[in-house]
């Protein structure tokens, strides 16, 4: 998959439009849709969006990404996308529709089609929309689909949706719309090392600024390691108010059935389930305690 941060002309594209924050499953429905048009037509297909979200923009201040751009990459290039072109959102916002679909789209990629999710905005104000894209196909000689929705237990699949959910901590309800495990990654540092004097070490990794928070607690979770293994694992997100009064957030992670020393490495932490809040207890005995508790609960 090449990624491309300038208007380039290449033609006869199948193109999926959208931010595609998190590539949970209603995004991975649009994307397929041009992916498999390209392959049933022997074109290419490329996916346009941008580096930053349009909040960025208007509000000045970054959301709370679902996942970084790197992973976002990794799995449209997973999902068999030929092209991204990470458009400057600075650079188009102000155009009407009409300027956005025939100087930027045909223009530059004579698309063969166009696929976007069911409630596709773009243009100055908004003001493009699904009609718009399939009232204009003849006029520009492209085939256009739009996704329906999506759903998981009844709710409608939404990036909304999934922030919400990771927020309150149904981390397995997120996983479900995603089509995987929430995930964060980073760099084991060393921490306060109390884990080891009870009997239980753990990998601790910075969380992400730019990535929605779960609340504080102890969850399931796989951890994956930068050799590719992956291990069971029980991870506590907060300030460990037991061992600490510094107020410092950190995700840490004792590894089941590991043995072996993770400084320095690149983890990715999948969530599986939120087991509890995070508690403080009187001393460390008591705490010792209800890990050996939360570890039985996850086997």
């Known amino acids: 998959m090449e990624i491309i941060r300038e208007l380039k002309q290449i033609p006869n594209l199948s193109l999926a439009l959208g931010f595609f924050d998190g590539v949970h499953i209603g995004h991975q429905a649009v994307i397929s849709c041009a992916v498999e048009f390209a392959k049933e037509t022997n074109c290419q297909s490329a996916v346009v969006t941008f580096k930053e979200h349009p909040y960025c923009f208007f509000k000045g201040v970054s959301p709370k990404y679902i996942l970084t751009l790197e992973d976002k990459y990794k799995y449209l290039e997973e999902l068999g996308v030929d092209y991204v072109f990470e458009l400057d959102f600075a650079s188009i916002y102000n155009l009407t529709p009409l300027q956005y679909l025939e100087d930027v789209l045909v223009k530059y990629f004579y698309p063969r089609a166009i696929s976007t999710g069911f409630n596709h905005k773009f243009g100055v104000d908004k003001t ?19 996704t329906p929705p999506q759903s998981i237990f009844g709710d409608v699949v939404s990036s909304t949706a999934i922030r919400q959910f990771i927020k ?20 084991v540092i060393k921490g306060r090392e109390l884990g080891r004097t009870i ?48 107020g410092i957030c950190i995700l840490e992670v004792y590894l089941l059935n590991f043995d072996g020393d993770l400084y320095d490495r690149d983890i990715k932490v999948h ?29």
Do not use: C, W
């Open 128 to 146: 493009g929309d699904v009609k718009f894209l399939s009232d204009h196909q003849d006029k520009f000689d492209y085939l256009y689909f739009a």
């Open 168 to 187: 309150s901590g149904v981390v397995d309800m997120a996983s479900s719309m995603l089509g995987r495990k929430f995930a964060v990654s980073g760099t």
């Open 199 to 246: 009997g239980y070490p753990t990998a601790n990794i910075i969380y992400p600024l730019d990535i929605v928070e779960p609340p504080y607690g102890v969850y399931d979770v796989n951890v994956e390691l930068d050799d590719g293994s992956i291990y069971r694992g029980l991870a506590n997100f907060g300030v460990s108010p037991t061992v600490s009064n510094d």
């Open 271 to 299: 969530f599986t389930k939120m087991i509890r809040p995070e508690i403080k207890f009187n001393n460390l005995d008591e705490l010792k305690t209800q890990i050996e508790f939360d570890i039985q609960s996850i086997y």
